[in-house]
Every structure is written in C-alpha cells, then in structure tokens.
C-alpha cells in the first residue's frame, strides 16, 4: 500500500468504536436477540432487507414508498441514510439530523453487520454504487430560487404532483421547507434515490432551477 | 367526427357568466384573442394555462362540442370495472366559472385563415389573433375494408372515450361462453401505443373472471409494439393460454371485416367472432384539415419550440393532431405541450417572459390488478423536431410491491392531470 494515500472509509471500520456510536440511536432501536420495536424499528437483520418491513412497526408513509419503489439496506444506502436520513426518505419518522463523519458511520455499520446473518458475505459495497457524501453541498443549498421561473417549471411536475396538496399514489410537495425540498431533488439528480420518473425529471434541472422549483413549491398553500 | 344535424342544434351554448355571444366583431379588437378548438388533453390545458397566466390581459374562448368530456386515458380501466363511468367525465364548469374562459359547446365547422376567424356549426363566428387546434384524431376512411364509422355500434372502436366504450364494455360482458374478442389494432402512428394491450388486458381481466373459456384475438399489422416484452411477460402470467396475437407475418397486416354478419377475414382466413373492436389508422382530427394545417401524412406540423404551425404562424396545433418528431400521441404528451405552447403564445401576445421549452411523456398501463407498468421519456426542442433526450421503461421480473405502487402513482397521475386540465 503506498504511503499518503487516502483509504477508503470501509477499509477502516472498527465494529467496536461503532458500537460507541450506536449509543446515538439506542434512544430509539434496538438490536441483539432480545431487542423489540421501539420508537424505531428492530435493527437486526438489516442488510438486504427492503425498507419499511419489519413486522408490527408503523413506518411513515415516505418510508413505505421507499421500500415498495425498491430501497433496500447495503452499507451505501445505509451509509446516505445515517449521514442525513432525508436524503433518502424525505419525510421520514426518523428524527435524527445525521452523523457527518464518515469514520464513524462505517464503524457503525460495521457495528450493525454483527446483528444480520452471516455478516461475513455481505459484500462492504454495492460495486454499482459509486458516489459517496450525498449530502447535498451548502452553496447549492443557499442559491435563492426565482419563484416566478418555479412556476414555469411546475408545469412540468403538476401533471403528477397536485398543487391542491393531494396525495394519493404521488406525493405532495407543497409547503415543503425548501432545504428538504432540493435535498430531495439532488437526490434523485444523483441516482441515490432510485424512482426511475424522478430521476428523470430531475436529471435535467440544474442548481438554479431546483432552488427556483423549491422557491416556488413552498409557498403553495394546501 | 360525427357531424349530423340534430346534434348541431342540440348543441347549445356555454354555462359561464362571462360568455359573450360569439358574433364576429373583428379581430384584435381590444384585449387579444386566444380561440382554442377541442377541450381535450391539450386544449383544456392550454386555455387554462393561459387564462390562469394572463392575469386577465388575453380573452380565452374554448371552443368544444360535448359538455362532459370522458378521458380517453383511464377508459380502459373503466371496461375492466377498475374505474366508474362516472369517474372519468369531466366538466368545464371550473374553466368557466374560475378562470373566466369563454366556454362555448359546439363543433368548429371551419377556419377562414384570411380573415382570422372560426365558423361554428350554429352559424357563428369566432374572431381569433392566436387560434390554437387540439381536436385529437380522426380515422382514415377505408383503413381497415368494410369498416367505416357507420358500422361502429356493431364493431365499435373506443377510440375516442364516451357512449363507444360503454357500448364496447357492455357488448364485452354479454358475450356467449367461449366466445371470441377480436381486435384489429392500428398502425403505427396512432393514439396512445399501449393503448390496445392495455385493453386486451383488461379484455382478458374481465373475461378470466365471467368468461374463463372465452378467446381472445389480436389482429396486428405492426410487427412489434409499445412495452411488448412487459405485455407479454404479463400475459402469460395472469392469462396464459387465452390471448392470441396475429402478426403481419401471419397476414395480420391483410385484414377486413363483414359487420353485418361479425366476421373478419384475416389474409384470406374467415373468423366469426362475438365481439369485434376496429381500432382504424388514425390522422389530425379532421378540422385540422379543414383548416389547411395538415399535410399529406395527415397531420399538422409543428415548430419544435412552441408547437406552432409550421403553416400558418397565428395557429398552433397540439397533442395527438401534431407532427412534432419524438412524442408518442399521449395525453400527458398534449398536457405537456400545451404548457410549453401557452408560455409562447403568451410572449407573442403580451411580451411575457419565455424559458426554453422542455417536454416530456410517462404511459403507464395496467396488465392485471396491482400490476402495473410504466414507459417515460423526458425531450427537447432541437430545430428539426422534438427530439428524445432520456427515458426509461418498467422492467420484466419486477416484484409485486413495486408493480402496486406503480399502478397506485398512475392512479395519482390522473388525479394530477385532470386536475391540471380542468382546474
Ligand atoms: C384507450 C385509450 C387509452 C389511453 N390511455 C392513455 C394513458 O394512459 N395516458 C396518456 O397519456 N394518454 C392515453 N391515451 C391517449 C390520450 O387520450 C390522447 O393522446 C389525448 O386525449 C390527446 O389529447 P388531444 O388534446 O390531442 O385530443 P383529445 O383529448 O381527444 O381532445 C380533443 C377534443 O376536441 C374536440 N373536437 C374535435 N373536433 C372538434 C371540432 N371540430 N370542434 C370543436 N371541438 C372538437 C373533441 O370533442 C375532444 O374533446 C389513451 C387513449 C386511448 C384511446
């Protein structure tokens, strides 16, 4: 191995310091054999497993769709919904504002590996994934959209998504804080959120629009 | 179209207050004058779009013969009992009444180009500065041999939603045990491309459960069609063994039909069937002829940029009547072209601002309960056509979560557009 050179966050982790880091969900899950549903859901078994399937808990309806849509738990998904659970989940139940540092999100993974059968074959990434960090940047998340260009472009978005507020099968994004809102986008810009229509529609929009859509989305009233 | 006398003078005028009487005042006379011909997926789009943008500065008068307008879209739902008649008529009430349009429910008849007005088939006149044509599709005579629009109660096609897709429905539901469905499907272009093999699924849905014996045939000059693979996938999974598909290598491109006596001769071969729906070559809805805005391939063509005529610059045509390059005939293609035509037409009127046009299109079709699919595809306008920029299609071998959920966002769309249309 060459000297100087950066290595990848996974190659460090350390599943004892993660358990240290596992004490800032222990407020909400549990793991081990005797764990149950608690504020959150039971973290055992986690990796592979479809978002929003542990039996007897009550997910948001975010994280539902999530999982129906096709998120599943592996070390890169879980890594964008440890470091901001937003990204992944918009208007997750989850409370949690996110652990930045990328040391301690891959011991805590490593930390959870133990609580999933045989920890051993499951692979450290998916090799498809590659970028990492995706929180979205702070000088994209203060550019200040134009409203008025917003609303030109909403005409692309409210074939789906109603400006009543309406919810059914697509969800609202009216009134939405707009940090949360070009989150949101970003994320599906950047293929970390899968919904092949979204990831469409955003493929194109670049920072100005996304901030001017935010801009413009927020201030509908439902 | 069926233009008959009776249903001229039945056709009366408009709900709003704000209707003025359309007598013939002269063009460009105080405010500017938007006339738009057809309150379908484009046109009621556009006229919403631009009253609701104008603030008041341009007069919008729509121009549409039926007062309850049933979507196309979701019809076939309707036909595998998923959605209520009901549920798929709309009215203009909210356009009238919220956004000022000037509703008037009658059949443009003809454009005099010269003197920038429409003529209706009451006898009056509607002066227009910008006129926009949405009017959806016509058939071509003679498409299909034997068929013509006289003979669609005994073959109907269902092709432009209303009293055909109930009388198909219903012609549907009482057929004899074992018997046979035929379908003649189109050629390429035509008005939604799933658009049949959504409705044989839903043919083959109701039949499994009424009629588990019955047949189904598909007559098909096309050797391949919109999301095959995922039809087919489907098919074979919830109704194995009951659709047939004749295509143009075994003589499905060879095709006429006897209604009077429910048969159809397939390259020679003569089948009697028990209910047969012609869906016929289609072209622009015929008052887009009229108006000299079409060209020999039957359609009117379009500048990519703002969906104007490429014929005549104070007419715009949209939706399934356009020649504009890449988008499929949807309704959520004519949705999304009429936004991007409000915004020019806006500009040329008012000088308002204009941002670069962006289109884009989503189908999504049923195959069974909960088993949905999806094909979408984003577009620009480059200076030959509306070109494809990306897209993406549902996949075969998807799980069942993921096929629900897909059905339940179309469920959610079409709350969205009609919304989006009609106010
Ligand atoms: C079975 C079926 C399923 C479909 N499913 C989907 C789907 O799931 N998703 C999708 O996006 N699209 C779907 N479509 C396609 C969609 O319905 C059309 O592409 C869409 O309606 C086209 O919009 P338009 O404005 O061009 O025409 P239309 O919506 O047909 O509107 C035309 C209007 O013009 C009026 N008109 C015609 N001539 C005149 C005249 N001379 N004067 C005044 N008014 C006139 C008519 O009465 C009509 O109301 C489907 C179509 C069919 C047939």
New binding site residues.
């Given amino acids: 191995m060459m000297l100087g050179m950066a290595l990848p966050a996974f190659s460090q982790e350390d599943p004892v310091e993660g358990a240290k880091v596992f004490k800032r969900c222990f407020s909400c899950h549990m793991v081990g054999p005797d764990a149950f549903n608690r504020t959150g859901p039971v973290l055992n078994d986690l990796f592979g497993r479809r978002a929003g399937t542990v039996e007897g808990f009550k997910y948001s309806d975010d994280m539902l769709r999530e999982g129906a849509g096709g998120l599943e738990w592996h070390p890169d998904t879980l890594d964008a919904f440890i470091e901001n659970p937003k990204v992944l989940v918009s208007r997750t139940k989850m409370r949690f504002s996110g652990i930045k540092d990328p040391v301690d999100r891959s011991n805590l993974i490593a930390f959870l590996r133990q609580y999933s059968d045989s920890p051993a074959n499951i692979p450290e990434a998916d090799p498809t994934i590659v970028p990492r960090d995706p929180d979205v940047d702070p000088e994209i998340l203060a550019i200040t959209g134009d409203p008025d260009y917003g609303a030109y472009l909403s005409g692309e978005c409210t074939t789906c998504h109603q400006v009543d507020g309406g919810d059914e099968g697509i969800p609202s994004i009216t009134g939405w804080e707009p940090v949360d809102f070009v989150t949101a986008l970003h994320a599906y810009k950047n293929k970390h959120r899968k919904h092949p229509v979204m990831q469409m529609m955003a493929a194109r929009l670049s920072d100005e629009e996304i901030a001017a859509l935010a801009a413009y989305f927020q201030n509908i009233e439902q | 179209?069926k233009m008959n006398r009776r249903g001229f003078l039945g056709a009366g005028v408009a709900t709003a207050a704000t209707l003025s009487a359309p007598m013939v005042l002269g063009a460009s006379h105080g405010k500017p004058k938007v006339v738009v011909?057809?309150?379908?997926?484009?046109?009621a789009t556009v006229a919403r779009y631009i009253a609701k943008d104008s603030d008041g500065m341009i007069d919008v008068t729509l121009?549409?013969?039926?007062r309850t307008?049933y979507?196309?879209?979701?019809?076939?739902l309707y036909i595998g009992g998923f959605r209520d008649f009901a549920s798929i008529g709309h009215s203009y009430g909210t356009l009238a009444a919220e956004y000022g349009i000037n509703v008037v429910h009658d059949?443009?008849?003809g454009v005099d180009r010269d003197a920038r007005t429409v003529a209706l088939a009451s006898g009056s006149k509607v002066p227009y500065d910008k006129l926009i044509i949405?009017?959806?599709i016509d058939f071509v005579d003679g498409a299909v041999p034997g068929w013509d629009v006289s003979a669609q109660n005994a073959m109907p096609h269902a092709?432009?939603?209303g009293s055909q897709t109930q009388l198909l429905k219903a012609q549907i539901e009482a057929m004899p045990q074992g018997g046979t469905f035929a379908m003649v499907a189109p050629p390429n272009p035509y008005?939604?491309p799933p658009?049949p093999y959504?409705?044989v699924s839903m043919v083959a849905h109701v039949l499994k459960d009424i009629n588990p014996t019955a047949k189904i045939l598909i007559v098909d000059p096309k050797p391949k069609f919109s999301k095959q693979g995922l039809f087919e996938e489907g098919w074979q999974k919830h109704y194995s063994g009951m659709i047939e598909r004749i295509g143009p290598d075994f003589g499905g491109n060879n095709v006429s039909v006897r209604p009077g006596s429910m048969e159809i001769d397939i390259d020679g071969e003569v089948e009697k069937v028990d209910v047969c729906n012609v869906i016929p070559a289609q072209k622009a809805?015929?008052?887009a002829e009229l108006a000299g805005v079409t060209d020999e391939s039957g359609w009117a063509p379009v500048r990519p940029q703002d969906m104007r005529s490429r014929m005549d610059e104070n007419i715009y045509v949209?939706?399934?009547?356009s020649a504009q390059g890449d988008m499929p005939?949807?309704?959520?293609?004519?949705n999304s072209q009429a936004k991007v035509c409000a915004m020019g037409v806006r500009n040329v009127l008012t000088g308002s601002k204009t941002f670069p046009a962006r289109y884009s299109n989503t189908?999504?079709s049923l195959i069974d309960t909960d088993d949905g699919i999806k094909v979408g595809a984003s577009y620009e306008a480059t200076d030959e056509k509306i070109a494809k920029t990306s897209g993406f299609v549902s996949k075969t071998g998807e799980d069942a979560a993921l096929r629900k959920q897909t059905y339940e966002e179309s469920v959610g769309w079409y709350a969205g557009i009609t919304a989006d249309m009609f106010g």
């Fill in positions: 179209m011909i057809g309150g379908g997926a484009g046109g121009i549409e013969p039926t307008y979507t196309c879209f979701f019809s076939n059949w443009a008849v949405s009017p959806g092709y432009k939603a008005r939604c658009g959504e409705r809805g015929r008052i949209l939706g399934d009547a005939k949807s309704g959520f293609s004519a189908c999504w």
